[in-house]
């Protein structure tokens, strides 16, 4: 294991809890160390992975030398890496131990990322304290145009998560506001508005993407992703 650096991230984990992961950096108020995450077409992509004691999860992707893509949430990192399988990431992503692939679900990194959910102080707040979703599009399989969902209440989140899963999705589905097909699409300048508490235009950030909680995953749903969620999800 790398030598570690003095500073608050000293104590987020135990010596033991981190030995032989590869990589290993501790700063000021995180612990850092490679991770990665493999597609079979394009192989591996790797990364940094930082984790906070706020639950925090970011990756600074280092595919390639002239990558710029920094601060990705996990799930976000998943998707830039190619992987053919999206929204399994604890799964998907991988740290370095005694240099085999371990995928973070089956190390202590995710503690306290499970913490804040069960705790709902999770990253992904709004400013009244509960956990907050960027509104999200779905495209008319009819018409072609894009409609926004709103994201404030599991309703509201079941509502998106069904229009989703829906393969012929048209407007006439759309049970939250009359819009048809002959209503025109929302200009792109507008679109970018979405919702984020930390900045208007924002293209998703640890504030408004939502990993998965129990606002947006269901119980009563048979789809892999509200699955896994509730299988990887801390017990009472």
Not at 30 to 50: I, K, N, P, Q, W
Not at 119 to 137: A, I, T, V
Not at 146 to 173: I, M, Q
């Amino acid at each position: 294991m790398a030598a570690a650096n003095e500073g608050a991230g000293l104590g987020l984990f135990s010596e033991e809890e981190l030995r032989e992961v590869s990589g290993v950096r501790r700063g000021e108020d995180f612990v850092e160390m490679t991770c990665g995450c493999t597609s079979h077409r394009y192989g591996d992509a790797v990364g940094r992975l930082r984790v906070f004691a706020s639950g925090d999860l970011e990756i600074s992707c280092e595919c390639t030398p002239g990558c710029r893509e920094d601060k990705l949430t996990p799930a976000a990192f998943e998707k830039h890496s190619g992987k053919e399988t999206s929204g399994k990431w604890r799964n998907t992503v991988w740290v370095m131990v005694q240099g085999e692939k371990v995928p973070l679900s089956k190390t202590a990194l995710l503690k306290y990322y499970y913490l804040a959910h069960k705790s709902g102080n999770g990253s992904h707040k709004g400013r009244n304290g509960r956990p907050s979703h960027r509104d999200e599009f779905v495209r008319c399989t009819r018409c072609g145009k894009e409609r926004r969902f709103r994201l404030r209440s599991k309703e509201e989140c079941r509502v998106y998560h069904d229009a989703l899963a829906k393969v012929n999705w048209t407007c006439a589905n759309l049970t939250t506001d009359r819009v048809t097909c002959d209503d025109e699409e929302e200009r792109a300048s507008r679109k970018v508005l979405r919702g984020c508490s930390r900045a208007t235009s924002c293209a998703g950030c640890m504030k408004c993407v939502c990993f998965g909680c129990e606002t947006c995953r269901f119980k009563d749903c048979d789809c892999q992703t509200c699955v896994d969620f509730y299988r990887n999800s801390p017990k009472e």
